[in-house]
């Protein structure tokens, strides 16, 4: 037989909230070191139209979440007090225009303005001919005011090469955030 605590606050030596409920099912967290903030996911709605085989960042235009106001042109900045482990992931659609062929599509994450992984297609081996999509998660230490981008590449055989666009909604997209206890 178990036994049952029922309580509405959970508070530290201090008389500070860490853990409250609303008596209706609705617990909020408190304390920051609970919680996996900074948290960050941008998206791009509509499609951005980029340089052949070139390394271009991605021109974010939707803002999902950002607990920390830390993401702002297009990149992620560590805010103070904020450093540690960091899960970070993104996905992207590359492709070229009309039915133009991609050949190759690269994927990356920068920090600090380094790749920090990459991950690639290459059609002239695979054999596809459209355009492919592109995802990384990784876990990564950020210090404080390191900042993170993300990056593609599209080499078409022949048109314009771009990255999302409506046929891909919600598919090119960059997030993270800290890691409890990590």
């Known amino acids: 037989m178990g036994s049952i605590i029922k309580v509405n ?27 996996s903030t900074p948290a960050f996911q941008v998206e791009l709605a509509s499609s951005q139209t980029v340089s052949d085989a070139t390394w271009t960042k991605v021109a ?3 803002e999902v979440i950002d607990t920390n106001n830390a ?8 805010p103070s007090g904020e450093a540690g482990k ?29 790749a ?38 599209s080499d078409v055989t022949s048109g314009t090469p771009k990255f999302g666009g409506a046929e891909s909604a919600n598919v090119t997209f960059f997030g993270g955030y800290k890691l409890i206890g990590a």
Do not use: C, W
């Not at 355009?131 to 990056?151: C, K, N, R, T």
């Open 9 to 35: 606050e959970y508070k530290d030596f201090n008389n500070n909230d860490i853990i409250t409920s609303d008596g209706a099912g609705v617990v909020t967290i408190n304390a920051a070191a609970l919680k």
């Open 116 to 153: 920090v992984i990459e991950v690639s297609f290459n059609n002239r081996t695979e054999g596809y001919t459209r355009g492919e999509h592109l995802s990384f998660s990784v876990i990564i230490d950020l210090a404080v005011s390191d900042y993170l981008e993300m990056y593609g590449q």
């Open 71 to 78: 993401f702002a042109s297009d990149k992620f900045t560590v």
């Open 60 to 62: 974010f235009d939707t």
């Open 86 to 114: 960091y899960l970070i992931y993104g996905s992207i659609a590359i492709s070229g225009s009309d039915n133009s062929s991609v050949d190759i599509g690269r994927l990356a994450p920068y920090k600090n303005g380094s």
